[in-house]
């Protein structure tokens, strides 16, 4: 963890910050991350899988020295596991030990065994502790996996910064957390969620700045390979594909290539290592023979 940092006073200050830490954001992206920090607000975070949204939440922890605390959400997430549960081996312990010593006050029995002590903190109950660094960084990763019932226990979490638990009380944070909020869009996410928010959809870079996070990113690779690879990239997004390769695979590819050390895209090497770009073998089928020739003349074409 670094030494704590103080948010950046403007959205300049903002794209200084990200890039300081290799993520080149857009102007667009800077400027509602500024204001989520400045408004003490949630970042509702949307887009294709693989476009940097889950990034930006390490980079602003790593930039400004804050801890991450990353709820990865999927189908079944229950308050028990993303909130808190009681340790009920460790009560069941507590109430035998009480009852060998003769203590039958069921109502100091019951205190006793809902204390702090017997609370075990799942990551939306730890990112409303205090902490000496400043308040955390939570990501809640892909939160469009979870049931509706779940989304629907945000509400209270992202209003107020608060937790309540029956046999304790309200939990709230004494300074709200940086929240960021991913979605890959598998299923929409309900308006109540995200009035609570400031919005952003993270769309695929242009060449000029993939190419930029390429050489950014892989820094071993060549001024000829990294303007071929962003241009076959670019290609492929263009096809009907199940899944279009996002910035993780580009950047996935770009190093494979490097540690290959291809100097230039061939049939060979890019039938070799397409796999590294494509996920499903449908779209694998797809880009064969004459397909990929075709793309492969286009990026290769100075």
């Known amino acids: 963890m670094t030494k704590p940092a103080a948010l950046p006073t403007s959205v300049d200050g903002m794209l200084e910050l990200l890039t300081s830490h290799g993520y080149l954001a857009e102007r667009s992206l800077a400027t509602v991350t500024y204001l989520a920090l400045k408004m003490g607000r949630p970042l509702f975070l949307e887009g294709e899988a693989g476009v940097g949204k889950t990034e930006i939440a390490k980079v602003l922890s790593a930039a400004l020295g804050r801890k991450l605390i990353r709820l990865q959400c999927y189908e079944g997430l229950d308050v028990s596991s993303a909130v808190y549960e009681w340790n009920s081996a460790s009560q069941m312990i507590a109430i035998r030990l009480a009852e060998a010593a003769g203590d ?6 019951s205190s006793d065994i809902f204390a702090e002590r017997y609370l075990i903190k799942r990551p939306l109950l730890q990112a409303l502790e205090p902490d000496v660094n400043g308040a955390p960084v939570l990501l809640i990763d892909e939160l469009d ?3 509706e019932a779940f989304e629907a226990y945000l509400l209270e979490i992202l209003s107020d910064f608060q937790v309540t638990i029956p046999e304790l009380g309200t939990v709230k944070a004494p300074v709200p957390p940086i929240v960021i909020v991913t979605s890959n869009r598998t299923r929409e996410i309900h308006d109540a969620l995200k009035r609570r928010c400031l919005y952003h959809w993270v769309d695929y870079p242009n060449a000029e700045r993939e190419l930029a996070i390429v050489k950014s990113r892989v820094p071993g690779i060549s001024a000829k390979l990294s303007q071929q690879v962003v241009k076959f990239v670019q290609a492929l997004r263009d096809q009907d594909f199940y899944k279009s390769p996002g910035v993780a695979e580009t950047l996935d590819w770009a190093t494979a290539l490097t540690e290959l050390d291809a100097r230039s895209l061939t049939p060979q090497v ?14 694998i089928q797809r880009m064969q023979g004459d397909a990929l020739a075709k793309v492969i003349k286009e990026a290769t074409n100075d």
Do not use: E, I
């Open 104 to 109: 039958t006050d069921r109502d100091q029995l």
């Open 145 to 147: 996996r979870a049931d």
């Open 270 to 283: 890019v039938g070799d290592t397409l796999g590294a770009l494509l996920k499903y073998q449908d779209d």
